[in-house]
């Protein structure tokens, strides 16, 4: 009996993935191939922005700059002042940013743009600009920004079945030093005996 | 209609006379005396009562109340969710509350409580510090757990209540008539969870900080001898808004919306994250979820 029952079993067990596995080696190359025969190859600056989420645009305040006298960036960051790729740690300019933000493993040019300053850099290479900036935090925390992005992580304004504020990660989370910071307690509740 | 007085009116008017002059009240009207409790009364005589509070909450506070009697939306099923992971205990949302729904502040009146707890012990109601007070917050070892109204499917205070001045709505919110309410205090020790307050004295609350848009059955000012607790803000959520809390939380802890609504951002978490009701053993079956991040 068992035999039996397992047979059947035992054929759909070896051709159901067999046609799922082909499914999935065709479906990148029909793609790959598509775009060989109408578009010129495409450029890695333009692949993120090809992700149907990422075109998403989110209503935020500005991002709040620490200095907003500071920009634009490239007002110094121009072709007077070539960049430099050495990884270091600042001392002419900006030597009040410490990076607590995994900083054993990234740096500045892993997120601003060494030509482009007024920019932020995808790891593929897009540019964007700092008003987008919940691109460039989720890369790395993709969790978090699903999450964001449905309204769950982050603090949220307006109508519950309308327009709703959205703040930009960094509204919360400073780049450079991403843990939210600790902050004062509103007065405690006046313990029973004391209310009058 | 008869213009000739009814026999039960004109019984009506002059025992309301009577205890107008037995009370030295000046301003009852027949209607603040013989109205029904809200869920019986007329279109008509609902805004005529309506009309008489704004009257005298606009003298009193010296500027225009709004007293709402918007209804529940159809299709609509409250729910709300917090994360605890995120909460730092900064009681933003306690003193929010106050400002929007009119509490007195003298004596004060909090329908948000902010319990400390400890990370070693986990959710446990006994050793809870809702007094804590240190110069930061989040401390080192705790967690926060803000309790207010439950907004249970199964409520034990409206089983408790011995007139029935307490209901849920349709959209899932629990009410008070105030006007109804006796001041028994059956409901304060049925709720499990302390949500509900009670006006021991008299509410004091400044022309300055009164909020004046209001509704019928949530922020409008109470009196003295009546419980009251949180509605989910039903003056804001019955337009559309978030409640003041969800607004006002610097770590965006706070979660409210449609649990109808598959798109909403309650249905995510539900669908999404490990989620946990307080006291769920006693089958109050609490509209408030609490979730880990």
Not at chain 1, 58 to 63: L, S
Not at chain 2, 11 to 33: E, K, N, P, Y
Not at chain 2, 95 to 116: A, F, K, M, Y
Request: hydrophobic share 30%; glycine share 6%.
């Amino acid at each position: 009996m068992t035999q039996r029952r397992q047979n059947p079993r035992g054929v759909f067990h070896f051709v159901i993935p067999l046609i799922i596995l082909l499914g999935m080696a065709a479906s990148p190359v029909a793609v790959l191939s598509a775009s060989d025969e109408h578009d010129p190859p495409p450029q890695r600056a333009s692949r993120a922005a090809d992700i149907p989420v990422d075109s998403l645009v989110f209503e935020t305040p500005p991002p709040p700059f620490r200095d907003p006298d500071l920009f634009p960036c490239s007002e110094c960051h121009n072709e007077d002042q070539p960049p430099n790729p050495e990884r270091r740690i600042l001392e002419e300019m900006h030597e009040e940013i410490v990076l607590r933000h995994d900083e054993e493993h990234r740096w500045c040019l892993d997120c601003h743009d060494a030509e482009n300053r007024d920019n932020l850099r995808l790891a593929n290479g897009t540019l964007i600009p700092f008003e987008k900036s919940y691109q460039l935090c989720g890369q790395c925390h993709g969790n978090k920004y699903r999450d964001w992005r449905a309204g769950v992580h982050g603090r949220r304004s307006g109508d519950w079945n309308g327009d709703k504020q959205y703040l930009l990660c960094v509204h919360c989370h400073y780049s450079h030093e991403p843990r939210f910071q600790p902050i004062a307690p509103k007065p405690a509740p006046l313990p029973p005996g004391e209310i009058k | 209609m008869n213009e000739a007085i009814s026999r039960r009116k004109f019984i009506c008017i002059a025992a309301g006379c009577a205890a107008a002059v037995a009370t030295g009240c000046s301003d009852l009207t027949h209607t603040s005396w013989f109205r029904n409790n809200f869920r019986d009364m007329s279109p008509e005589e609902l805004s005529s009562i309506i009309a008489d509070l704004e009257k005298k909450h606009s003298a009193t506070f010296g500027k225009t109340v709004t007293v709402g009697n918007e209804p529940p939306l159809p299709g609509v099923h409250f729910a709300y969710a917090l994360d605890i992971s995120r909460c730092v205990g900064c009681r933003r949302c306690v003193h929010g509350c106050v400002e929007e729904n009119n509490q007195s502040r003298d004596p004060e009146i909090q329908w948000i409580r902010v319990l400390e707890m400890d990370q070693e012990k986990g959710i446990d109601f006994h050793h809870a510090n809702p007094y804590y007070d240190p110069e930061l917050v989040p401390q080192e070892g705790h967690f926060y757990l803000p309790v207010a109204c439950q907004q249970c499917k199964n409520p034990a205070c409206v089983k408790s209540c011995p007139v029935g001045a307490t209901w849920r709505e349709d959209d899932g919110i629990t009410v008070i008539d105030y006007d109804w309410c006796l001041g028994c205090r059956c409901c304060l020790s049925a709720c499990p969870y302390g949500a509900r307050r009670f006006n021991w004295g008299e509410p004091g609350l400044s022309v300055e900080q009164m909020n004046p848009k209001t509704h019928y059955l949530g922020n409008r000012p109470r009196m003295k001898g009546v419980a009251e607790k949180c509605t989910f803000c039903i003056q804001r959520v019955r337009n559309g808004q978030y409640p003041k809390c969800v607004e006002i939380c610097p770590t965006g802890s706070r979660k409210f919306g449609n649990l109808l609504d598959p798109e909403s951002e309650i249905r995510y978490i539900l669908k999404n994250k490990r989620v946990v009701v307080l006291k769920n053993e006693l089958n109050t079956d609490p509209q408030f979820f609490y979730f880990f991040g």
